[in-house]
């Protein structure tokens, strides 16, 4: 298997504030790694890093292609979709507005047409709801429109920040599924930030500890699950 | 406030003081009315800065304060004295009026609704209706106010240490409202109106006399204005001078009482430079130095203060 | 009541000036969420472009194709070179320059072609058209503001593109997030203002006649009605423009002693207080925010 995305020696700031200090990780193509971690420790900032929201230096190489000193959008274009924290709804526009942005650097045609199709088969409620104003949905009826929105580009990488957030665990359970699905039949890879550690651990094959900053453990989920500090810190026992 | 601080304010005052002596009559005539529209902008930094409120319209209430003087002491024969505090008061009395209807408005709308009175104001005093008080579209004159007291200052001279004590004064209650109780709910308000609402704070008043008092401060000026100038006509106050207060707030910094100072300084000197650089493209000019000027400080002088404020403290640290 | 029609319909007539200027103004607000006081003196500058065009011999349409094209083309520089860099400064910054803008278009074109009044050439001639209820010029300046809001309206509402840039400018970070070029956006609504403001001044400048001043008070008019409008809609705008038309022709007319001369007062005091009572204009949509 390919290593699709390679990050070496990222640091990133706010203003004066150094909050990545030269993390190395590896995700490799059709892999699902989740970022644990307390709050604060950086897992949102490696997202924003990697999708040129942030100041962030070092190397990050995304298919071959170096993508350290790239703008937002050009990094999106190459097919990296990001559902950032708070979602990132388009407010004034409509539920079927914001999935067509999704899509909108694709050549337009009926594929856009289907995909919608499918996002709304993921998620009925979207589908009910597609002229409302997004603004007016519910906090996880917004996850679920960023979600369909960031698969709408057809990504061959997702990074989500935090996708269970506000979302009834029924229905959490559902989403893992559906982007366990994707990542399977789609070959979409993933990179999951995760404050719930079991669920991460259940669909991510690979997982990064992150403490203030640095990675303190990394290993495939077995061996993140079975180590004795991260049971100890994480997970309660 | 920072020792350092203190050390350049007390200053400024100094030089201030000692000015008047020093230079001829028609830059101590010029240095006024950097201060009488430093007072101005200090009125709408105090609307725009802490209460995070848009006017594009307090020339209006320069106007309104400038009449009240003038139909004050031509009319009614009062002194100047008397002038003062009058205009403060229907200041206060119209933005409140104008306030509290007004700023359920936000943003973009609200900047309409303080335009229309922006256009409003000169119309209004041109009006035939009412010349036997304002003198119509010739306006008013006023005699000039002379030293009282026998002090040994010429007219200019005595204008210039009034209206920079009327400053000084108005500066330092501005800058103690800003720091009271009343002036921390104004920028609760501003940073998040939801959250503020949440905790009792009752917006549409605050919001209104935040306006007032704006209006206040403005209105003053007015009335210093109409005495520097001792000539009060409508269209000295067209929406140009709203226009013109709005840039001083913006190159002083929003938000930073002094920068009313600076702001007063530009919109007085600059046009005079842009004049000399080119005289049939001066407005050109004055429009490029005012573009470069946000370009290098997009917050003003006062963002530059600040930022090398920040700078200073942490390298001591 | 004669009286009434009459002078309704002559507020018809200049509210159409008033809405194209709106028109500018609405475009503008999609690319940049503000609104640009220069605009009006850009559409002066390009209708001064459009003359010297004219007085060079050029054909009355090929003029004004050339005169939009490049006015489109210097709204997208001013945006990307002027606009752009200050972007994230604070909105009376922005204003700041917009001012700035407005006084150096202003100075430019009196230094140019001098302050004397030009006349300019209407291409629908001025003969009067159904018994003198209106005359060739008014009706042409209607179709005109009727292929620029049909065109508006399916642009921003039916095309990607339009999508895409009412996107930028509503929240610049999630359209990025989308691969939006925010930046690109932003100089192709700049553009398309600036155009907008040409075809307005070309079509206004036959009945005001132009020099260097002549957009100064139909801007304030132009506001007015987009923002009675309702700053997300095109019709919404041009209705709006035709309604200030009207409401500052019968305020003239009917309102006592004062209302010759407080027409212009009068008539944007009534719009502000039809915001105190919606806030977002007759035709906007208010959106709706979840705390």
Sequence with gaps: MTTLLKVRGLEASYGDLTVLRRLDFDLLEGGATTLLGANGAGKTTTLRALTGMTRRSGEIVFDGTSITRMSTEQIVRLK???????????????????????????????EIAADMERVYGHFPVLKARRRQQAGTLSGGEQQMLAIGRALMLRPRLML???????????????????????????????????????????????????????????GTSEAIRADADVRRAYLGY | MSRAALFIGLGLVAVAV??????????VFQLTQVLVYAIAILGLNMLTGISGQFSLGHGAFFAIGAYA?????????????????????VCFVAGLLFGLPALRLEGIYLALATFVLAVAAPQIFKLSLLEGWTGGVQGVFIAKPEAPFGLPLSGDQWLYFLV???????????????RSRSGRALLAIRENPVAARAMGI??????????????????????????????????SFTFVLSIALLVGVVVGGVGWLPGALVGGAFIVFVPNVAEDVSKGLSGAVYGIMLILLIYLMPTGVGGLVGRIAARTSRSRT | ????????????????????????????????????????????????????????????????????????????????????????????????????????????????????????????????????????????????????????????????????????????????????????????????????????????????????????????????????????SPGGAVLGGFIVGVAENLAGTYVPVVGHELKLPIALFLIVAVLVVRPEGLFGRGTVERV
């Design chain 1, 80 to 110: 990296v979709a990001h559902v950032p924290e708070g979602r990132g709804t388009l407010t004034a526009f409509s539920v079927e507005e914001n999935l067509k942005l999704g899509a909108i650097t694709r050549p337009s045609g009926r």
């Design chain 1, 160 to 218: 989500l920040d935090e996708p269970s957030f506000g979302l009834a665990p029924a229905i959490v359970a559902g989403l893992l599924e559906m982007l366990d699905r994707v990542r399977r039949e789609d070959g979409v890879s993933l990179l999951i930030v995760e404050q719930n550690v079991e669920l991460a651990l259940g669909i991510a094959d690979h997982a990064c500890v992150l403490e203030t900053g640095r990675i303190v453990k990394a």
């Design chain 2, 18 to 27: 000692a000015l008047p002596s020093l230079a001829g009559p028609f830059l």
């Design chain 2, 69 to 89: 003087a003038a139909i004050a002491i031509d009319t009614c024969g009062l002194g100047y004295g008397w002038a003062l505090p009058l205009a403060g008061i």
């Design chain 2, 164 to 178: 920079l004590t009327v400053g000084l004064v108005l500066y330092w209650t501005a800058r103690n409202l800003v």
């Design chain 2, 202 to 235: 009752d917006l549409s008043l605050y919001k209104a006399l935040a306006f007032a008092v704006s209006a206040l401060y403005t209105g003053v000026a007015g009335v210093l204005s109409a005495l520097t100038v001792q000539f009060v006509a409508p269209d």
């Design chain 3, 1 to 232: 009541m004669e009286l009434f029609l009459q002078q309704a319909l002559s507020g018809v007539a200049t509210g159409g000036i008033y809405a194209l200027m709106a028109l500018a103004l609405v475009m503008i607000f999609q690319a940049i969420r503000h609104l640009n006081f220069a605009q009006g003196e850009m559409a002066m500058f390009s209708t001064f472009i459009a003359w010297q065009l004219l007085a060079w011999g050029l054909p009355y349409w090929l003029a004004f194709v050339l005169a939009v094209a490049l006015s489109f083309l210097g709204g997208a520089l001013i945006g990307r070179l002027v606009f752009l860099p200050i972007r994230n400064a604070p909105v009376l910054s922005h204003i700041a320059v917009f001012v700035a803008l407005l006084l150096i278009f202003n100075s430019l074109a009196g230094f140019i072609w001098d302050f004397s009044i030009k006349p300019f050439p209407s291409p629908f001639g001025t003969a009067p058209l159904f018994g003198g209820l209106i005359g060739a010029h008014q009706a042409g300046m209607l179709l005109v503001i009727l292929v620029v809001v049909a065109f508006l309206f399916w642009f921003l509402r039916f095309t990607r593109i339009g999508l895409a840039l009412r996107a930028a400018a509503a929240n610049p970070e999630s359209a990025r997030l989308v691969g939006i070029k925010v930046d690109r956006m932003m100089a192709l609504g700049w553009g398309m203002a600036s155009a907008i403001g040409a075809v307005a001044g070309i079509m206004i400048a036959p009945v005001v006649f132009l020099e260097p001043n002549m957009m100064l008070s139909i801007l304030l008019y132009g506001f007015a009605g987009a923002v009675l409008g309702g700053l997300s």
